[in-house]
């Protein structure tokens, strides 16, 4: 192991409730989110007036604010842990709850769409702090031992906001009709994801400080200059996490959010019951994160990741061709344990490439900026791939490229568990 990823030093660990605050604060941020992504095609009617031109809007507006998110993550890697996380929580309320006062393209014309873009801008900026805040505070604060899983939960929980998220936006289409849902039926998603931003909120006003945080402020080696630093000392690191965010990214938004609005839109389900579908999956990912994250504390983050990439680079591909075809479900449940089981080991592993004085910016520059490309821009791009080529498997070969790309780096990937792999 090189000298930026040697053994964290590990102060006096956090207590459970604070660990658990953290954990399952994750929630919101992923609820609102997916949320957008499970209601492209009714957001699409609302803002932009519907077809594949207006899918097209609303899945370009998500890839244009998602290049929000390295920016708030480097902003917010100025400030302790737990600031992070009462700040970026703040602003998700207050985005939330402006989302579901927007006016309509029926009553505001063009102006509603470019709002709506505005406050998903919001969002992302205040989610690139939230999730690398969360990673950090979790691996500080767990015991060495068990780092893989108890960081995995920040994942875990993300996926119990999808999970709210598509459940919210099945029960609003199966209940409402049309009128009700382009009136006032589709703000409601929107204002209980505040009310619980708000919640979550409260409650992480009273964990502590991040005790590396603490540690780094006592000896005095809390750097002025993060971003800085990062460049200077952690470019390996830096590209490392890059590498390992681009595969969890693309595996998650296009593997797992992006199948609602793919079987849609190739005609082979309806909303409610590629919602229904959707349920299913983000029940699978909740399973498979702690078993992995617990998995990789045991072997290690290396081979985990390794075989990871290799079942992205075989799989993706002929399940999108599966779903496109008719086995919606075998091909959405397999989609998602592959997603769910990246985002688990990769958190963790991206985080632990960095000390503690460089862990968020580091982040911001390598995890974040995968994020922003792979996650934010890839499902717009396989909705217009798909739609312009008609070929059904492109989503999958674009998941394929990339955990090709990145099998090299896993490959060389310093382990960093704790006794994992010896």
Do not use: N
Request: proline letters at 5%; one cysteine or more; a neutral charge.
């Amino acid at each position: 192991m090189d000298e930026e990823t040697s053994p964290i030093e590990q102060p006096p660990g956090l207590s459970k409730r604070s660990l658990a605050i953290a954990g399952l604060s994750t929630i919101v941020e992923w609820y609102d989110f997916t949320l957008y992504l499970y209601l492209a095609t009714l957001l699409s009617r609302i803002f932009y007036g519907g077809g594949a031109a207006g899918i097209g809007h609303v899945l370009a507006g998500f890839a244009i604010a998602y290049l929000m998110r390295p920016l708030g993550a480097i902003v917010f890697g100025h400030i302790g842990r737990r600031p992070t996380m009462l700040l970026s929580m703040a602003l998700m309320s207050a985005a939330m709850l402006a989302t579901a006062l927007l006016p309509t393209q029926a009553q505001a014309g063009a102006v509603a769409g470019w709002l709506l873009l505005a406050l998903r801008c919001v969002m992302a900026f205040s989610v690139g702090g939230e999730y690398t805040g969360v990673v950090a505070y979790l691996l500080e604060g767990a015991p060495p031992g068990r780092r893989g899983l108890i960081t995995s939960l920040a994942s875990a929980a993300s996926e119990v906001g999808g999970l709210l998220a598509v459940a919210m936006s099945a029960l609003t289409v199966a209940l409402l009709d049309e009128a009700a849902l382009a009136d006032w039926g589709w703000r409601i998603p929107f204002l209980v994801g505040a009310g619980l931003a708000a919640l979550i909120l409260l409650a992480r006003s009273r964990i502590e400080e991040s005790p590396d945080f603490l540690a780094q402020r006592a000896r005095g080696s809390i750097p002025a200059q993060p971003l800085h630093l990062s460049l200077r000392a952690y470019r390996p690191a830096i590209g490392r996490g890059f590498a390992i965010s681009a595969l969890g990214s693309i595996t998650y938004y296009v593997g797992i959010v992006y199948v609602p609005s793919f079987l849609i839109g190739t005609g082979r389900t309806g909303e409610a019951d590629a919602l229904t579908l959707s349920t299913l999956a983000a029940l699978v990912v909740i399973l498979v994160t702690p078993l992995v994250g617990a998995l990789s504390d045991r072997t290690g983050r290396r081979p985990v990741l390794v075989a990871l990439a290799l079942a992205g680079v075989a799989l993706p591909a002929l399940l999108f061709m599966l779903m496109a075809q008719g086995s919606a479900l075998i091909g959405a449940i397999l989609l998602a344990a592959l997603g769910g089981a990246v985002s688990a080991v990769g958190a963790v592993t991206t985080a632990e490439q960095f000390p503690g004085e460089g862990r968020l910016s580091g982040l911001a520059f390598g995890a974040t900026g995968a994020t922003a490309l792979f996650g934010g821009l890839t499902p717009y791009l396989s909705h217009q791939l798909t739609q312009a080529s008609g070929w059904a498997s492109a989503p999958g070969w674009l998941i394929a490229i990339v955990a090709l790309g990145v099998l090299p780096v896993l490959w060389r990937l310093p382990e960093s568990a704790p006794g994992g792999g010896r």
